[in-house]
């Protein structure tokens, strides 16, 4: 992901075709070794491609995936008070959790 961003950093820079040591210098930069291999793969698929086509590809590949989610039935009576009450406990419990875990140790680009 990170040599993919990277290309697309030099794209949008105003470079059409970065090159290999274009992307070795923008993941320097930020103190990342670049892997040879990674590297001469991601630039070998996208060669010959503008940001454009490669984003248009990527969104018709979306656009065929389903997406849809399964409908919850409602809950009916007098039972479904106690069951909000949790939820909201559990959420403001989740809330407080994520809060605490703001830096995790890595980086974007680790």
């Known amino acids: 992901m990170r040599y993919v961003a990277a290309y697309l950093l030099a794209a949008l ?10 992307i070795k210098k923008i993941l ?3 103190g990342i070794e670049a892997d040879d291999d990674k590297l001469d793969k991601v630039i070998k698929e996208l060669s010959g491609k ?25 809950g009916g009576g007098g039972g479904a008070a106690p069951a909000e009450e949790e939820k909201k406990e559990e959420e ?3 809330e407080e959790e994520e809060e605490s875990d703001d830096d995790m140790g890595f980086g974007l680009f680790d």
């Open 13 to 22: 820079g105003g470079n059409s075709s970065p090159s290999a040591k274009d």
């Open 28 to 30: 320097g930069s930020v």
């Open 50 to 74: 503008t940001v454009d086509d490669v984003m248009a590809e990527g969104m018709s590949k979306l656009a065929s995936m389903p997406a849809g989610g399964v409908a919850v039935a409602a």
């Open 92 to 94: 403001k419990k989740e």
